[in-house]
């Protein structure tokens, strides 16, 4: 463990924006983490510092924007990136180990399932926080338990799947701050691929490829190269906004007007939007706005070219929320969380 004061953030956020931390703590082991959180308690009033939310935990910060220029609290980093095979089904892995390199893992090593999430910057840790998905799979289908360290009873607990809450970019995580998540436990079963996205069907189709997961991986890989910056040469998060959820009665209204509209049904009831196609619909794909934008090849990614600052982003994000709700009546969620 390493504590310091006044540490940048800036090359522990994928926007690359500045900001300094009052204090920063590095945990490279978490076998230790009671010890760790000894000296963290003497040293600070954890309790005091979560209620003013003062209190962060950051992996590579792929999903977060650092809104101010300085933190005035702490930071944990947990930097531990131990994965041991429990058996021939479960994998536990620690929450600093880097997600692309689990996928890979898992792929060599015949545990079918994760590779339609190959690519997706950041780490394990950061993984059930926001359930994150990609071309059809979500990481709550692999996930048997997570083992975590509760702040408020300074104890190192399990929390089953059904107890993470999980649902579409969301977790028990992102509603409370109590918990520091120190391994995940994957479960592998029955493997079945998912093509159900276009975009790899027609992948496979074009180069006459198996539905194997070496070859989902493969396309999966391919099209996020093709449509996604890599974040140390342009900063971004990745998907900006969350696909709206909406009522099929409202979709129907929607397809009248807009024929094109990207749409795909959750159930009799409800339909997921593509965000992109409604942010390129309003003419922001490419679109600049002082040092940051919209970009050019995915209208659902933003990047920064320039800023140090994530003000800039934070304007161009209102900007689009405003304009897509009074052209398709509907609220864009921010998908990254927004660390003040």
Same mark, same amino acid.
């Given at each position: 463990?390493?504590? *310091? ?6 090359? !522990? ?59 005035? =609290? ?16 479960? !994998? ?6 880097? #997600?692309?390199? !689990?996928?890979?893992?898992? /792929? ?5 399932? /994760? ?9 394990? =840790? ?8 990609? *071309? ?91 449509? /996604?910056?890599?974040?140390?040469? !342009?900063?971004?998060? =990745? ?37 992109? #196609? ?8 490419? *679109? ?6 919209? *970009? ?45």
């Amino acid at each position: 463990m390493r504590h *310091y004061t006044q540490y940048s953030l800036k090359s !522990l956020n994928t926007f690359g924006f500045e900001c300094i931390a009052k204090d920063f703590i590095e945990i490279d082991n978490i076998d230790n983490i009671s010890e760790n959180f000894n000296y963290i308690d003497k040293n600070f009033d954890v309790i005091k510092l979560l209620e003013n939310r003062k209190f962060l935990v950051i992996g590579k910060g792929s999903n977060l924007i650092l809104a101010n220029k300085f933190f005035d =609290g702490l930071v944990i980093y947990i930097s531990d990136k131990n994965l041991d095979i429990i058996n021939e089904n479960i !994998l536990a892995v620690s929450a600093g180990y880097v #997600w692309h390199d !689990l996928v890979e893992f898992c /792929l060599n090593n015949k545990y079918y399932g /994760l590779e339609n999430l190959a690519l997706i910057p950041g780490t394990v =840790g950061a993984s059930p926080i926001q359930n994150i998905g990609a *071309y059809g799979v979500e990481v709550q289908q692999f996930i048997d338990k997570i083992q975590v360290y509760n702040l408020q009873t300074k104890a190192i607990e399990f929390l089953s799947n059904v107890q993470c809450k999980f649902s579409y970019r969301d977790s028990i995580f992102k509603h409370t701050n109590q918990y520091i998540v120190l391994k995940v436990f994957f479960k592998f079963t029955d493997y079945t691929a998912n093509i159900s996205y276009k975009e790899l069907s027609n992948y496979l189709n074009l180069y006459e490829l198996e539905v194997l997961p070496q070859n989902i991986f493969k396309a999966v890989v391919y099209i996020r190269n093709q449509k /996604l910056p890599k974040p140390e040469i !342009l900063g971004n998060a =990745g998907s900006f906004f969350k696909n709206p959820i909406i009522e099929t009665q409202k979709l129907q209204n929607l397809l009248n007007l807009y024929p094109k509209l990207i749409n795909y049904p959750i159930d009799n009831n409800y339909t997921k939007l593509a965000a992109g #196609w409604l942010i390129d619909n309003c003419n922001f794909k490419g *679109y600049k706005y002082k040092q940051v934008g919209v *970009y050019e090849k995915q209208a659902l990614v933003l990047v920064n070219y320039t800023a140090v600052y994530a003000n800039e982003i934070l304007e161009l994000a209102s900007l689009i929320q405003q304009t897509v709700l009074e052209k398709f009546d509907i609220q864009l969620e921010i998908e990254p969380i927004i660390i003040n």
